[in-house]
């Protein structure tokens, strides 16, 4: 039987997992959604549930399925690992997940060499480095979540902070996801303007450099008091990961901060980390080299070196 396109995957049928399957339903965007995980039970109920709301969205046929639900895949999203507990930094992680991908990525391209995979499980650039080794598949066709929703997590705080729709705020967080990802205040703008001097002359707010600065802090740490809050983050999680999908499917030509692997970026090497790209149907079709200031590119070298001595200490 023919599969009906497009075709979604998720590995992992937990919060991030089953609120992207209910995301995406919603938006129409898929046609046919396998949920897939080690407890099948959960995958099961999920899916039950699901598709007993069917009747008020897009026709979509959603399932639970094993590994096989990858072939004919456009796009095979990774949610599954072991979660972020609140006292836990992402990069605490790395050698749980790091094996529990090893298993999860040979199963995935045993039924697909063509799929996209769209990494989303923290640490998010090292993970999608290793799954970038483990698959073998060229490096534009894996892709990390990266700093897609810490982006759109920096544009809320400066539209609640300068009271503008966010749609105007042009601004970017790169590097890694985690503890030394850095803004690019330098190309950051609030309808083409330098976003500090809106703020001061437009909004007319006062010490406006010092409370950009706290504002990031706020959003670097916001992933930490939402896990503290609630358990875990899933719902902006899973809408970025509707938009990098929709950017696949409908080769939009997006320019997202996405997690990819880089050469030669100012000076950078073999790492995967969030610099903005174009993202369509090839997956990231290439990346952007901004312009950053003497020291956005020392915190971005950082940021790099950083990710590179966790991958260094992993087996692959």
Same mark, same amino acid.
């Given at each position: 039987?023919?599969?009906?396109?497009?075709?979604?995957?998720?590995?992992?049928?937990?919060?991030?997992?089953?609120?992207?399957?209910?995301?995406?339903?919603?938006?129409?965007?898929?046609?046919?959604?396998?949920?897939?995980?080690?407890?099948?039970?959960?995958?099961?109920?999920?899916?039950?549930?699901?598709?007993?709301?069917?009747?008020?969205?897009?026709?979509?046929?959603?399932?639970?399925?094993?590994?096989?639900?990858?072939?004919?895949?456009?796009?095979?999203?990774?949610?599954?690992?072991?979660?972020?507990?609140?006292?836990?930094?992402?990069?605490?992680?790395?050698?749980?997940?790091?094996?529990?991908?090893?298993?999860?990525?040979?199963?995935?391209?045993?039924?697909?060499?063509?799929?996209?995979?769209?990494?989303?499980?923290?640490?998010?650039?090292?993970?999608?480095?290793?799954?970038? #080794?483990?698959?073998?598949?060229?490096?534009?066709?894996?892709?990390?979540?990266?700093?897609?929703?810490?982006?759109?997590?920096?544009?809320?705080?400066?539209?609640?902070?300068? #009271?503008?729709?966010?749609?105007?705020?042009?601004?970017?967080?790169?590097?890694?996801?985690?503890?030394?990802?850095?803004?690019?205040?330098?190309?950051?703008?609030?309808?083409?303007?330098?976003?500090?001097?809106?703020?001061?002359?437009?909004?007319?707010?006062?010490?406006? #450099?010092?409370?950009?600065?706290?504002?990031?802090?706020?959003?670097?740490?916001?992933?930490?008091?939402?896990?503290?809050?609630?358990?875990?983050? =899933?719902?902006?999680?899973?809408?970025?990961?509707?938009?990098?999908?929709?950017?696949?499917?409908? =080769?939009?030509?997006?320019?997202?901060?996405?997690?990819?692997?880089?050469?030669?970026?100012?000076?950078?090497?073999?790492?995967?980390?969030?610099?903005?790209?174009?993202?369509?149907? =090839?997956?990231?079709?290439?990346?952007?080299?901004?312009?950053?200031?003497?020291?956005?590119?020392?915190?971005?070298?950082?940021?790099?070196?950083?990710? #590179?001595?966790?991958?260094?200490?992993?087996?692959?």
């Amino acid at each position: 039987m023919e599969p009906l396109k497009p075709k979604i995957a998720i590995i992992g049928a937990g919060k991030v997992g089953s609120t992207f399957a209910f995301s995406l339903m919603i938006s129409g965007l898929a046609r046919e959604i396998v949920l897939i995980d080690k407890n099948e039970s959960l995958a099961i109920g999920e899916c039950m549930d699901l598709n007993h709301g069917i009747s008020f969205v897009h026709p979509t046929k959603i399932y639970a399925g094993g590994y096989e639900g990858c072939k004919d895949a456009d796009i095979v999203v990774i949610t599954a690992g072991a979660n972020q507990k609140p006292d836990q930094t992402r990069t605490d992680l790395v050698h749980k997940n790091v094996e529990i991908f090893k298993e999860i990525i040979p199963s995935i391209t045993r039924y697909t060499t063509t799929a996209i995979l769209l990494v989303v499980t923290n640490p998010v650039d090292i993970l999608t480095y290793v799954t970038l #080794k483990l698959s073998g598949f060229p490096s534009n066709k894996v892709i990390g979540s990266g700093t897609v929703l810490d982006t759109a997590r920096l544009k809320y705080m400066i539209s609640e902070y300068a #009271k503008v729709d966010s749609a105007n705020i042009h601004a970017y967080i790169i590097g890694e996801h985690g503890d030394t990802e850095l803004p690019v205040w330098s190309n950051a703008t609030i309808g083409g303007m330098d976003v500090e001097k809106y703020c001061s002359d437009y909004a007319q707010l006062g010490n406006v #450099k010092e409370e950009l600065k706290d504002l990031f802090v706020k959003v670097r740490n916001s992933a930490y008091e939402i896990i503290k809050l609630k358990g875990a983050t =899933n719902y902006s999680i899973a809408l970025a990961l509707v938009k990098i999908t929709r950017s696949i499917l409908r =080769n939009e030509n997006s320019i997202l901060p996405v997690s990819t692997l880089i050469t030669d970026y100012y000076g950078i090497n073999d790492v995967c980390i969030s610099i903005p790209s174009i993202v369509n149907k =090839n997956g990231v079709e290439q990346y952007v080299r901004l312009d950053l200031s003497e020291e956005e590119q020392e915190l971005f070298k950082h940021s790099a070196n950083t990710l #590179k001595k966790f991958i260094q200490s992993i087996d692959l």
